[in-house]
């Protein structure tokens, strides 16, 4: 799970996880952001597009204007966005190899995780 300590939704979706009694492996989203060849993968197990990847209520994806310029951007200039700054992904990023889900809404981690 790609998370950021100060994140309050981060919080409840590790708190649902142990809830649950699920263990997780956090990953600092800001420390060590996803590669490239990462958000590819969690792209397609996803099945999302691209913008449901940004975290677009951020100060940054503000400043950086992106909500003006993602629509037209290469998927090669969205990959470049989002392996640089933690901070423009959606969090958490939860996958396991073979699902993910972004954000969190406790009835998609029941279907997903439960």
């Known amino acids: 799970m790609y998370t950021y300590p100060k ?11 142990d809830d649950q009694g699920v263990a997780i492996q956090e990953i ?3 420390e060590n952001p996803p590669n490239k060849e990462e958000l590819k993968k969690v792209k397609e197990l996803s099945g999302l597009e691209w913008k449901k990847f940004f975290n677009t209520s951020g100060q940054k994806y503000r400043e950086l204007g992106l909500k003006e310029k993602l629509p037209t951007a290469s998927e090669e ?38």
């Open 77 to 114: 200039e969205i990959l470049d966005l989002l392996s640089s700054d933690g901070m423009l992904i959606k969090r958490p990023l939860v996958t396991d190899g073979s699902s993910v889900t972004v954000g969190f809404k406790e009835e998609e981690f029941q279907s997903t995780w439960g």
């Open 28 to 30: 600092h989203i800001v």
């Open 7 to 17: 994140c309050g939704t981060c919080r409840k979706a590790k708190k649902w996880f």
